[in-house]
């Protein structure tokens, strides 16, 4: 695929319709731990994995799937991680929760909050010491904005010049709590530009948007100019994870949002450029729809692990 709004409307699709797919296996009891859905913040993921090669790095949260099929997952490879099998990216033993593919550049995800991000400074300081032209990315949502070893990581990739991208998909809350009571002032992008770090917020909605300021941002992190803090505002369209009683958020803030859902935007923009046909839409939908279920099924059927993979990959 290349980056056209087109190209961006098939990739948000897909990490949508995996979603839902996943949300599915996890009703039916396949899915281990909780699931926390990146459904309604697509566009973050796409507009940033787009501007990236396969060699560049990348870490995230716990809600990362999203962001490891833009970076190119296999979603077979990816349900089977989520169902425990062993043909999961980690054999099974990530879950949908701790998922790495060091071999598409995913670093990992990570359950613990703002735990990533050194670990991309780690990444990116590597390729600079070996001179790998690769960049380094993490994402992380606004909750990790409280987190002290954010800031270490932001303050040496600012005074080393890291070949970084810090991106804060800032969706309000950190899980059940709103992002109003936790800081007294939502200027974010004002706490990066403190350290010295290049700072920008765009609509994290608008995967063009979000893909033109990557695009800025990967070419200064790639000539030596160092980092960019990039605060995505977008909003999940479900509960912090499945079951959530959402009692700490109105239904019409809810909907408010469902308005400015970025598949929906984009799908408006493509109809109204006359740059697709709602036909075409339709059978885009149909041959994602039948490789997913492909997908599914193939993971389903995927093998269990041996009880001695306990003791492997342990250290």
């Known amino acids: 695929m290349g980056n056209s709004l087109a190209d961006f409307y098939r990739k948000m699709l897909l990490i949508r319709e995996f979603e839902e797919q996943a949300i599915e296996l996890y009703k039916e009891g396949l899915v281990g731990g909780s699931y926390h859905s990146y459904i309604g913040q697509e566009a973050v993921a796409v507009g940033v994995c787009s501007a990236l090669r396969e060699d560049d790095y990348i870490t995230t949260t716990y809600r990362g799937r999203g962001q490891h099929l833009a970076k190119g997952a296999d979603p077979q490879k990816l349900f089977a991680e989520i169902l425990g099998k062993a043909e999961g990216y980690c054999k099974g033993k990530g879950g949908p929760m701790h998922i790495a593919a060091p071999e598409i550049g995913i ?143 109105s239904k019409d803030e809810v909907q408010s949002w469902r308005e400015k859902d970025p598949i929906k935007r984009a799908k408006a923009r493509l109809l109204e450029d006359a740059a697709v046909t709602e036909s075409g839409l339709a059978i885009w939908h149909t041959e994602l729809l039948a490789r997913l279920s492909d997908a599914v099924h193939g993971a389903r059927n995927s093998t269990e692990p041996d009880h001695i993979e306990i003791y492997t990959d342990v250290v």
């Open 107 to 249: 670093l990992g995800a990570n359950g613990i909050v703002g735990a990533g991000v050194p670990i991309a400074a780690g990444g990116a300081l590597s390729a600079k010491m070996q001179g790998l032209d690769r960049v380094s990315v993490t994402f992380f949502g606004d909750g990790a904005m409280n987190q002290g070893a954010l800031y270490e990581a932001m303050n040496l990739a600012a005074l080393w010049d890291l070949p970084m991208l810090f991106i804060c998909e800032n969706n309000e809350y950190s899980e059940m709590t709103p992002i109003r009571d936790s800081v007294k002032v939502e200027d974010f992008i004002g706490r990066a530009a403190s350290l010295g770090i290049v700072s920008v917020s765009v609509d994290g909605n608008d995967p063009e948007a979000v893909y033109a300021e990557s695009v800025r941002a990967v070419n200064r992190a790639r000539s030596g100019q160092g980092p960019t803090f990039i605060e995505a505002k977008t909003y999940r369209l479900q509960g912090h994870m499945y079951g959530d009683s959402e009692s700490y958020r």
